[in-house]
């Protein structure tokens, strides 16, 4: 393979951007002036900021070259199918499609997610109890070096690529289970896909489970699908629900055989494994890669790719509004609009009621309507309310915003960023258009602003043009138009090695 390097391609690229603006000037409808017009000089700051903070827009391009390999398609379809399959869930009326819903760009449909016991709907009408946050999009999640709203899953490698340090996740998995140069775990999302079907709100469902939880989850065992195991000696079920899912993937001929195409060592029979299912799951993973915005195009030389606003807007998030400090992409943020910490923010802690058809998770905090965030992976009081800097590409296909989708409208999360302190005490969920069922058990104000990031602490002003251009940027300068409905419904199978489909996706019909 060919080594690059790329400072130099950067520094080409900039060049050639740079190139492209000084010829456009020549030809300009002023007949060439040497003064360059409002858009050239906009197209030059641009440019010279985007090179500074070494954003290439080919971000994209970079996948096999870091994979180290081509993609497999016929792996990438076998995880295709169990994407939309329910095989890998114990209680049989859910998959990662049902969160990670095609309509939405493979994000949630819901300001929360709905998992088990949900209508079989996926969009505006699912119904179902909620589980605690919203899912985030596996759209280009290939180049996040840290998972999940609480970082919970990281390469401490920094690079999602690389698991030469190992891949961290909490216990029982903890930093033995995927550890250093395991080849069977090449990549961050092949060790994520062995957790969903381990989440009983999620997947596996409460069906027989007497032990490890909290008995007022009981309520929740409708008796439907499998039995789901009990605690082994470790004091965890997730290898055994590990193990039914071999089984149930082992009994599908169809399943086993195109296994077999793909590893060729499966024996007759079926001995399909579980790192099987998770590298075929994160092989279509990689195929979800949606990274060409007019952003990107822009830094590859089209000036023509954004519009006046959207450039205003960029160089406000660049520059004067600073969202980038949080929002990142130079380095080990992979051009992904997240330095993958962990910052409170004071979005509104929001929860729905607890019980059957309401909410099968049981929150944080003496009301239990509070999610603690980062606090639940370390410990530490001083990291309550701390969440991941969203990565903000494609927030176009999102219905709502933050980890409890807090806000529906893309205006208002922005604004929110604007004077944190201020939003927070005035926050109104029915106001702000969260679902109904979600309006109600909002936490106390002042004990989300207690561990406060400092940078939000102070107001931001910008004038209504200023926010119109910024909004603008976010909503259509990153946003890839292939994530729409229309083209993501093709990944749709019309049926499953399991059987027929049995999820209604409403934006696909
Ligand atoms: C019940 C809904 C639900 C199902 C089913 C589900 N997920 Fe998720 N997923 C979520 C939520 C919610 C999160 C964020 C959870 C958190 O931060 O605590 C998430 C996070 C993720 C992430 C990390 C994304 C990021 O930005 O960090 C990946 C990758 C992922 N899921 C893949 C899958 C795969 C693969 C499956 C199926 C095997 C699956 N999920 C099934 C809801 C779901
Ligand atoms: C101090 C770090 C920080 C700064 C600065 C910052 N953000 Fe954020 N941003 C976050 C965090 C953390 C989240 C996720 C918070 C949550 O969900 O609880 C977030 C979420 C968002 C979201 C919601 C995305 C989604 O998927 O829900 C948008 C939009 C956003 N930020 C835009 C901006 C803009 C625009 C600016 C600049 C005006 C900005 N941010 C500045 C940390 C920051």
Redesign the pocket.
Known sequence: MQKEAPRDRRRLAFMWTWLAVLLAGCGGPDGGTSQPAAGELIDQKLSAVLYEQGFTGRVEQSLERRLGRKLDPRLADVGRLLFFDRISNLHNDNTCAGCHAPTNGFGDSQPMAIGIQSNLLVGPHRLGPRNQR?T?TVVNAAFYPRLM?NGRFAALSGDPFNNALGFQFPLPEGVSKFGPNNPRYPHLLVAQAHMPPTELNEAAGFTGVLDGIDPRLQVFDDGMGMRVPGLDASGSRNEAIREVVVQRLNAVPDYVRKFAEVFGQVREGGAVDIDMFAKAIAEFEFTLVRANAPLDRFARGDAGAMTASQKHGALL?FGK???V???AVRGASNEMFSDFR??N?G?PQIAPAFGPAKGNTIFDGPGENEDF?LEQVTGEIGDRY???????RN?AA?P?????GAFVK?ED??RH??DVLASLKNYDAAKAGVAPDLVGRTAPVDTVSATL?P??SKA?RLTEAEFAD?VNF?RYGLLDERVRPGEMCKLVPDKLPSGPQFLTFEACR
Do not use: E, Y
């Open positions: 919203r985030p709203w998030f509004a600073n969202c400090s949080c929002h962990m910052h923010i979005v965030g701390k969440f991941r800097t969203s990565p903000l927030l999102q709502a915003f933050f980890h409890n893309l999360a922005v960023h604007l990031d940078q939000m931001l910024l976010l």
